[in-house]
């Protein structure tokens, strides 16, 4: 699992416009370019990838190789600004490293949905207010459990919306 600090992550949003939880997602960009942040005394990497909702991102991290660990289940990676230090102007993503950062899981694919401004913020909140994790698959989970209850039929849940109406109304 990919966390970060949730007070950068309000401080990103409210400096830049970007969530934390849409980066995580460039990351998972298959055409995404990476390069080392040779400024950095710690292993830090500069990333341009799509995020999920289609938004160019240039997304800074630190630990680029453990990511994969993180993935596994091993120490968590963190996403942000090192002690507040700007990025560079320019980098140089000629020889840069293409694909995912973030491995994608089997049986995952990437598409894009509409969904409404209220429902996409009540899961972006979930992931912000953990300080990590991915909305999608809270938006997954929340599918799944959906398709896993007993589904009524429509005859049913108009009879239950109408009943339900007429006990209101009286």
């Known amino acids: 699992m990919v966390q970060w600090d949730p007070v950068k992550a309000r401080a990103n949003l409210r400096d830049h416009g970007i969530r934390f939880a ?3 997602t460039a990351l998972e960009d298959e055409r995404a370019i990476s390069v080392r942040d040779d ?8 990333t341009i990838g799509m ?3 289609a938004q160019v ?17 091993l120490p968590p990676v963190y996403i942000g600004t090192q002690s507040g230090r700007l990025m560079k102007k320019e980098y140089d993503f000629k020889n840069g490293r293409r694909g995912t950062v973030l491995r994608v899981l089997p049986g995952k694919t990437r598409v894009t949905i509409r969904l409404d ?4 913020e009540w899961f972006r909140a979930r992931v912000d207010n953990a300080g990590g994790g991915n909305y999608q698959s809270l938006i997954n989970e929340a599918l799944r459990t959906f ?7 429509l005859e049913a849940t108009l009879r239950r919306v109408i009943r ?3 006990r209101r109304t009286g």
């Open 22 to 24: 849409d980066a995580v």
């Open 39 to 46: 400024r950095a005394a710690e292993e830090r990497w500069v």
């Open 51 to 53: 995020d999920s909702l």
């Open 57 to 73: 991102l240039v997304v800074g991290l630190k630990e680029h190789c453990n990511l994969r660990r993180a993935v596994q289940g």
């Open 117 to 120: 401004d209220d429902v996409l």
């Open 147 to 153: 398709m896993q209850q007993k589904q009524e039929s």
């Open 164 to 166: 339900d109406e007429l």
